[in-house]
């Protein structure tokens, strides 16, 4: 059974960092697809960075050089690293899988795939 299980989240002043972890579980990271979600109160979910089985990696353009995606194969783990934090960044963060990927659109084979339950994250000016 998959699981992914969020941890990292917390509260922060803007210009600070923090370190999102998403703990996987029943499959290997290694080839999956995966990715970072966040959605603020009335507002529409947002792919803030995603990572595919072949490494490829692909971020939000308000994230860019800002935020940083990467996987620990050895722990099975996705990270997102956040730094220059903005009070905008703020919002529930979800982790997403597709453990079958298979080389398609990473994007879409999010949208079917397995989610975390969230962290928050609360930037204050």
């Known amino acids: 059974q998959v699981q992914l299980v969020e941890s990292g989240g917390g509260s922060v002043q803007a210009g600070g960092s923090l370190r999102l972890s998403c703990a996987a579980s029943?499959?290997?990271?290694?080839?999956?697809?995966m990715g970072w979600f966040r959605q603020a109160p009335g507002k529409e979910r947002e792919n803030v960075a995603r990572?595919?089985?072949?490494?490829?990696?692909n971020y939000a353009d308000s994230v860019k050089g800002r935020f940083t995606i990467s996987k620990d194969n050895a722990k099975n783990t996705l990270y997102l690293q956040m730094d220059s934090l903005k009070p905008e960044d703020t919002a529930m963060y979800y982790c997403?899988?597709?453990?079958?990927?298979?080389?398609?659109?990473?994007?879409?084979?999010?949208?079917?795939?397995?989610w975390g339950q969230g962290t928050q994250v609360t930037v204050s000016s």
């Open positions: 990572i595919d089985g072949d490494s490829l990696i």
């Open positions: 997403a899988a597709n453990a079958q990927w298979t080389g398609a659109n990473c994007r879409r084979a999010l949208d079917s795939g397995y």
């Open positions: 029943g499959y290997t990271v290694s080839r999956s697809c």
